[in-house]
């Protein structure tokens, strides 16, 4: 079981990793510089017709590709679920109280990959593997 302290100190764990000053969310230099949203606390609709309200417990964290996405949700739909407004958007949405703390690691260290400059990943790599 994981919480938003265990996803922030996860994320901030990796290279130029940064969080953002006004919401719970995290963002990593991607191709040309500009920073790329990698996780982000979900906001959902509590009552209709009224504005979304961010949920702690629930997280939604980028993934390569749809294919992806679908087969996470596949795999363990109690864990990870999607909604309408992320339909065709490569990010799939997280129960934190239903994962453990190393397939939450994983799953955030992918997102980071797919998102983080060539360079940066190229650097972050090289120094894993030593």
Sequence with gaps: MADQSD???IVLSLPETSEAEDHFGFSVPGKGGKRKGLL???SERVQPAKPRVPNPRVVAVRVANQHQKDMLIAADPAKFFTEPHYNGFPAVLVRLDAIEIDELEELIADAWRCLASPGLLAAFEKGRNC
């Design 40 to 42: 982000w606390a979900w």
């Design 7 to 9: 996803v922030r100190r």
